[in-house]
């Protein structure tokens, strides 16, 4: 004699069958969640000269972390010993949108005073033992020996080749404020290699400085543009003119605020989402370089406490 299914043990299977269901759906919402919250920062706060006590400026970064925090976007601080080389060879693996470098930067010359190539500091000391650590990059000239005059300290500089070939992964339209001296031209030429290095590497667009400029000028404007960026929703080209506008040049340097490429599709860019980006980069270098012949390339930057 055939027997008939048990109903009870039919709705058990199905109680089971839901149950399962929602386990399932709780705990990929439970990874959605915690996946979006572990993801990385998205606004870097780079202040590589934390590393020398006389020019902390804590009252800038707070400032500029205010600004982040009203804007909504999510940041992360990197003080100045953590600006190693490979600090920088990681760099757009952090996923931020935009980059503000506050770094020491310097023109290279070679012996006969032609202006070659801009080289970043880092914190991390040069020493021949280090060098070989970073063989290729050395002997490449990607890495150089960055120093101040009248120190006898010396420190790994990056310069443009290393950017765009020894920086692992790729920017994503990311905005890079760099604060240094002379990150856009020297003496009323145009430099464009560093910016350049960094938008072949996958940036919008990168911003800084046709000439020196003292700390208290480069504080004041990347404070006036952060704001024009983040709160009050401007685009590049707004932002930047009306930073010069507004704070003007370099009263001692007459440097001005700059931004490449000079296209419509950059001048027209903005933050797409205030939850987005940046590190900071505020330089108060006056740089004055001077390069033996490769492979020991040197940088040298003048640096101004003001």
């Not at 020493?127 to 009248?150: H, I, Q, T």
């Amino acid at each position: 004699m055939s027997r008939g299914k048990n109903p009870r043990k039919k709705r058990s299977r199905k109680k089971l069958a839901y149950g399962v269901i929602a386990v399932v759906f709780i705990l990929a919402c439970f990874l959605v969640h915690s996946s979006l919250h572990s993801s990385p920062p998205k606004v870097a706060i780079v202040d590589h000269l934390s590393f020398f006590p006389e020019q902390r400026n804590q009252a800038f970064v707070n400032t500029c972390i205010n600004i982040l925090e009203e804007g909504g976007l999510t940041w992360a601080y990197h003080k100045g010993e953590e600006v190693t080389v490979n600090f920088y060879r990681n760099l757009p693996s952090r996923g931020t949108t935009l980059i503000i470098l506050r770094v020491h930067s310097a023109i290279m010359r070679t012996e006969n005073e032609t202006i070659s190539v801009l080289g970043l500091f880092t914190s991390e000391r040069y020493s021949d033992e280090a060098a070989r650590k970073y063989r290729n990059d050395v002997l490449n000239n990607r890495l150089v020996m960055a120093f101040f005059p009248g120190d006898d300290k010396k420190y790994f500089g990056i310069v443009p080749e290393f950017v765009e070939k020894s920086m692992e992964g790729k920017f994503k339209d990311t905005i890079i404020v760099m604060m240094g001296c002379e990150g856009l031209g020297y003496d009323g030429v145009t430099y464009t290699d560093m910016a350049e290095a960094f938008i072949k590497k996958g940036a919008k667009v990168y911003i800084s400085w046709d000439g020196p400029v003292s700390i208290n000028h480069t504080d004041l404007a990347t404070v006036h543009l952060l704001q024009s960026l983040i709160l009050h929703g401007r685009t590049i080209k707004q932002a930047v003119t009306e930073t010069r506008e507004e704070i003007g040049s370099d009263s001692t340097y007459n440097s001005g605020l700059q931004y490449y490429p000079n296209i419509p599709e950059v001048e027209n860019y903005f933050i797409p989402n205030l939850e987005s980006n940046l590190i900071i980069n505020v330089s108060h270098t006056l740089p004055t370089a001077k390069a033996p012949t490769k492979p020991n390339t040197e940088y040298r930057s003048n640096a101004r406490t003001l």
